[in-house]
């Protein structure tokens, strides 16, 4: 079992629709990083957070340390949004390095 | 522009040969960061460094070699003892260590495959 789990693996929406993604890590943490994956492979990091809610456009990002678990909304989704979206956990352990999830593929269709 | 650059996008290795993926930055960061990514897996730590001349083995570094000589330069060599090396490469850095409260910047990655 993977330290830090993503679900769903594949989503596909409606231009428009409320999108959810969850991260899940059986690991102590330190700090949770969302990251997006374009189709041409460059990542760009959208949020970094250790407790609560954080807000970016129609992002939003939120956090529940005691159940070990993480969303990442997008609101109004449209079709730019596509992409990979990834999770990774910064453990206390290994402050050197961060656990990677496998990525939840999003589709967003006009 | 601030940023990371990757070079080249793409490269081909025949058996039996080293090749080498160039990464630059220039946001005065001073850790910098290889990774491998496989289809249906997460990123993969290959090796890190947090200061010129240093740099540490990651989770899967056999195979892999680096220098850390300039702040701005981490060049990665696969050499021909790794035996699967098509994947897509990314190269990050931040300003310090990634584990807590320290965001990652991405260079846009390089695609390796063997011919």
């Known amino acids: 079992k993977n330290e830090v789990e993503q679900s769903p693996q594949n989503l596909t929406a409606q231009e428009g629709e409320f999108i959810t993604i969850n991260c899940s890590y059986s690991?102590?943490?330190?700090?949770l990083h969302w990251l997006q994956q374009h189709p041409g492979g460059g990542i760009v990091s959208l949020f970094m957070?250790?407790?609560g809610k954080k807000k970016h456009g129609r992002l939003i990002a939120t956090i529940n340390i005691q159940e070990k678990h993480s969303s990442l909304h997008i609101t109004a989704s449209h079709p730019r949004d596509s992409a990979v979206y990834i999770c990774?956990?910064?453990?206390?352990?290994?402050?050197?390095?961060?656990?990677f999830g496998t990525g939840t593929r999003l589709q967003v269709f006009p | 522009d601030g940023g990371i650059t990757q070079s080249p996008k793409y490269l081909f290795r025949k058996e039996g040969q080293n090749v080498t993926l160039s990464c630059e930055q220039n946001l005065n960061h001073d850790a910098m960061y290889w990774y491998r990514q496989d289809p249906g897996q997460g990123l993969r730590l290959i090796y890190y460094?947090?200061?010129?001349?240093?740099?540490q083995k990651g989770d899967i570094a056999e195979g892999y070699s680096v220098s850390r000589e300039k702040k701005e330069s981490f060049p990665l060599t696969v050499t021909s003892a790794q035996k699967n090396p098509t994947a897509f490469y990314l190269c990050a850095s931040s300003i310090g260590l990634a584990g807590a409260y320290e965001t990652q910047y991405f260079g846009p990655g390089t695609r390796l495959l063997v011919l």
């Open positions: 460094s947090q200061i010129v001349n240093d740099f």
């Open positions: 957070l250790s407790s």
């Open positions: 690991v102590g943490i330190s700090a």
């Open positions: 990774a956990a910064s453990p206390p352990y290994n402050t050197d390095k961060l656990i």
